[in-house]
């Protein structure tokens, strides 16, 4: 790169005057880096140091500038920190990020009066021209896919729009602005001559940390207890044309309609709809879907590891569901048309070329269908749609350095740059404590067990419920034929033999063909039907498989509770059930004494 194209946007590449300061709560602290001061003599550096600044306007913009830490990961040259660019709705969370970042902060008064060795931005929007210092812009997100209706230029792609690319003077916004694939520079060249010759393109860092995390999906799916159940994710971008925005019932309707052990939903929601609802309003609109297990990861990183979990995303218009599509993983589309979706976009493109949601799906079928599009997936077919998104893959980060040192008239650290893995996923949220349960035969007699959160509507007659003692709402309590418990789960807590326990449930819900259960291990339970003994039930592999399945013996324990009311468990009789994918063979005995006896 030649001088004068590197200066273009300033005459001076000095750093900030220290001290800067970071925000804690609603006060301004004072620190300095590293205890020194850089100088600037005629325009230019003295030293090797340069600050480099942030500048966000929303929260999903600072995520996109925090991928971009590994660039500079170990340079005691440069110090980095930050500013929240005015003007946006979404401000305000956004200094709530990068204080969670934990980044030096100045206040955006002070930055416009300090000039910086170099600014990074991700979003054009705002006064970005009042910052003084050489400016690149990196994408807010990935394909430039949506207008925003009132923003800019008519039915101009947001974030290719001239009006924002370019200073109220006409002049280019930016020193540098960088792309992910040379067909968005192809785009913009008939829009803005000017800014296309600035242009670059180095890939995206987001999409480096999902290549480079990928073989951590079995770590992921265990963090959130996924086990072999089907994990589809809900991706709704935000506005009125969002997943959420026209279809606000489905998270809860899937969650009332997929069966509880074969499935796992989660929903990934974009920073801006997190902020536009807010903590308390989100969580109140999803407490049904979230009470039936639904996973609402966190919008900083967490949200990508959901996202490698995956077996199956149903995606609006939203940018995001590209970067699952790179690492190929079956896609289902749920945008029903609109004025913000652009055509000849790679969303576009993707959704023509994905299977599509119904709209009115939740129902008896609704597992088959999603398990028919997950079969139906074709090798390669959702990374071939995302091709057009994403250049430099693998290289992204090497060439972001190559141009940002360039820009800083700094020679690289001598060491590779590479993306930050995803970190593991928060635990999911612990099964219901009740169920509506499903009881079906197959051509041998064997039950299959479905079960569905009793607290929602289940898409067809349950056969009974089961709740856990002590953890379930009362009135399932009082309504279930199964009442259990798990051992051990209140150390601390008074105890009785479990023999007593079965008796004593069973003469506090008089009434109904009952039966009392204790999980004592994954593979040992004891069970007392109301009109029968205290049985032991060891649960064990089925198929031939060596060892039993990593299934919920409470599901099992609903099986043999439809059998021994069926007449078809007798004890001696293994009893082969179907939980989910798995088969579990529950062996039924008599009950010893030391059984009984044991404390619970």
Known sequence: MDTAHRRADSAVLGTITWPARRATGARWETSAPSGRESRVKDGRPTGDERAVLFAARSQNALHRLLDTLPVFAGDDRVHRCFTLVPGSAFSLDALSAIDRAGGRTLPWAEAVEQTFALILAASPKGDLHALHGP???????????????????????????????????????????????????????????????????????LLERFLESQDRRDRYRAALRT?????????????????????????????????????????????????????????????????????????????????????????????????????????????????????????????????????????????????????????????????????????ALDRLRETLYDLLDLTPPDRPVLPRLLPDPAPAPLAPAAFAVRIEYDDQGSPRVLRHPAHLVPPAPAHHLSAEVGAAHRRFTQSAALLHRRAGEHPGAWTEPAGEWTLRILADHPGGHRTAAIVLSPTHCLLRPRSGPLLSVRLGPGDGARRAAPVDPVAVLSAVHAALLAGRGDPGTPLVCSVGPHKVVAHLAPATAEEAALPV
């Open 135 to 205: 400016r690149v812009l990196l994408p807010h997100g990935a394909g430039f896919n949506k207008s925003v209706p009132g923003e800019g230029t008519e039915d101009s792609a947001s974030g290719l729009d001239p009006a924002h690319l370019l200073r109220p003077d006409g002049a280019p916004l930016a020193t540098r602005y960088l792309f992910s694939h040379p067909s968005q520079i192809a785009r913009l060249a008939p829009l803005s001559p000017s800014v296309a010759a600035r242009s670059t393109v180095v890939g995206d860092p």
């Open 227 to 395: 086990g072999a159940r089907t994990l589809v994710v809900l991706l709704s971008t935000w506005g009125p044309e969002s997943l959420i925005g026209r279809r606000p019932g489905l998270p809860a309707e899937l969650a009332a309609a997929l069966p509880h052990d074969e499935y796992q939903l989660a929903l990934i929601l974009h920073p801006n709809e997190r902020a536009r609802r807010g903590t308390l309003d989100l969580a109140e609109y999803l407490d049904p879907a979230r009470q039936a297990g639904l996973i609402l990861p966190a919008v900083h990183e967490e949200w990508a590891s959901v996202a490698v979990a995956a077996d199956l995303l149903i995606t609006d218009h939203g940018s995001a569901a590209l970067y699952p599509a790179a690492l190929d993983r079956p896609l289902l589309g749920a945008y029903d048309g609109g004025r913000e979706l652009l055509p000849d976009s790679p969303m576009s493109a993707l959704l023509t070329g994905v299977p599509h949601l119904p709209p009115h799906l939740p129902g008896t079928d609704t597992a088959s269908r999603l398990a028919t599009a997950v079969r139906a997936h074709r090798p390669g077919s959702s990374r071939t749609l995302a091709e057009p998104a994403f250049a430099e893959q693998g290289r």
